[in-house]
């Protein structure tokens, strides 16, 4: 069973900067797939944030975070980072990460089905 933990949540002032980590066991490593994160703002429905696929550096981000966030990788360490910078009070929401199943390429927020999640980890930014 595939289990993904998120941590690094945190309150942050505008401008701040946090790293959430997801870490990612249960499955087998040789086995590529896309790891993304979405979060959800209190209100307002799901929205991809960044995808990455496992196999490469491609990476897929949404307009909104584009050039202030940066989703990374560590195979080794079968985790998935998302570096959040310049931060705003918009991007308050609860951040997900979550795991496609085996994937050649291609990662969209949309395509492939995210069949795995996590439990999330808030990020509050105050202005």
């Known amino acids: 069973q595939v289990q993904l933990v998120e941590s690094g949540g945190g309150s942050v002032q505008a401008g701040g900067s946090l790293r959430l980590s997801c870490a990612a066991s249960g499955y087998s490593t040789s086995s590529w797939r896309c790891m993304a994160w979405f979060r959800r703002a209190p209100g307002k429905e799901r929205e991809g944030v960044a995808t990455i696929w496992t196999g490469g550096s491609s990476t897929y981000y949404a307009d909104s975070v584009k050039g202030r966030f940066t989703i990374s990788q560590d195979n080794d360490k079968n985790t998935v980072y998302l570096q959040l910078s310049s931060l705003k009070p918009e991007d308050t929401a609860m951040y997900y990460c979550?795991?496609?199943?085996?994937?050649?390429?291609?990662?969209?927020?949309?395509?492939?089905?995210?069949?795995?999640w996590g439990q999330g980890t808030q990020v509050t930014v105050s202005s």
């Open positions: 979550a795991a496609s199943g085996p994937r050649l390429d291609g990662c969209l927020f949309g395509s492939p089905e995210y069949r795995y």
